[in-house]
Nanobody, 130 residues
Framework: QVQLVESGGGSVQAGGSLRLSCAAS????????LGWFRQAPGKEREGVAS????????FYADSVKGRFTISQDNAKNTMYLQMDSLKPEDTAVYYC???????????????????????WGQGTQVTVSS
């Protein structure tokens, strides 16, 4: 069982920056994929960025490429999402998620598909005002 705890959300004006953190209870169990997702009111949850831990491969949604950066600190069992040049449309609840199984173990829809992930944090609100 992997427990995930997000922190770092808040309110910022457009053009500003925030850094989200996701602490994992057992980083070794999440040795496949960790990801950031977001859900705005009335919209489906969407993938923002993900990382294949073992190889440090990173994936980004087109809407955040060049503005968001996903990273990890194995020593601290923590994943980060640095968000720069924030826009009002980035406003959402942000969740971190973990997949402990390899993609060939089933239920794999890609690194940015929420259905690929089994473990979720409680979410942190990000609000960007214009």
């Amino acid at each position: 069982q992997v427990q995930l705890v997000e922190s770092g959300g808040g309110s910022v004006q457009a053009g500003g920056s925030l850094r989200l953190s996701c602490a994992a209870s057992d980083y070794t169990l999440s040795r496949n994929y960790l990801g950031w997702f977001r859900q705005a009111p009335g919209k489906e949850r969407e993938g923002v960025a993900s990382i294949y831990i073992a190889r440090d491969y990173r994936f980004y949604a087109d809407s955040v490429k060049g503005r968001f950066t996903i990273s990890q600190d194995n020593a601290k069992n923590t994943m980060y999402l640095q968000m720069d040049s924030l826009k009002p449309e980035d406003t959402a609840v942000y969740y971190c998620a973990a997949r402990t199984l390899r993609p060939d173990a089933g239920n794999w829809y890609g690194p940015l598909d929420p259905s690929s992930y089994s473990y979720w944090g409680q979410g942190t609100q990000v609000t960007v005002s214009s």
